[in-house]
């Protein structure tokens, strides 16, 4: 059974607004959408409890916070047996600098975000805490020249 619920014109223009800023009030989202206050609290909430707003963010500027550097990394694994997978997948979900974790059809089998300070950071978690975890066949990292377009 699917959680899919139709979206009209009004509702895909709602949700273009919250993702550009998700503390527009609901006054300013009915201005900015064509309705008054009542029906866009209405959609609103509906979006809300139909899951198509899972929840709402602060966007950290990663430089601010120390974590300048963000680094893509591909994991390849020899095991496969389901308790290696799950305590790798629990140890990489673990770590603090893991901001994303995937795991993929095909190669690689895992598709990280690392987000550290500065390359010396990114050395120190990479020899620390990511090589010969049990499991870990290879690892590529991919450190990024430009960002061109973000989620974020």
């Known amino acids: 059974m699917s959680n899919e619920i139709s979206l009209d014109a ?7 607004h919250l993702r550009q800023d998700g503390r527009l009030t609901n006054v300013e989202l009915a201005k900015r959408v064509g309705l008054t206050p009542p029906p866009c609290l209405r959609r609103l909430k509906r979006l809300e409890d139909a899951g198509v707003i899972s929840g709402y963010r602060a966007v950290i500027n990663p430089e601010a916070v120390g974590r300048g550097l963000e680094v893509m990394v591909d994991v390849e694994v020899y095991a496969n047996d389901l308790k290696t997978i799950e305590t790798l997948e629990e ?7 893991v901001t994303e974790l995937r795991r993929m059809f095909g190669r690689p089998d895992y598709c990280l975000r690392v987000a550290v300070a500065d390359h010396a950071a990114y050395n120190a978690f990479l020899t620390s805490k990511l090589t010969g975890l049990p499991g870990i066949l290879r690892v590529e990292s991919h450190l990024t020249m430009k960002k061109v377009k973000s989620s974020d």
């Open 10 to 16: 009004i509702d895909k223009d709602i949700l273009f």
């Open 91 to 97: 140890t990489l979900a673990s770590y603090e600098e």
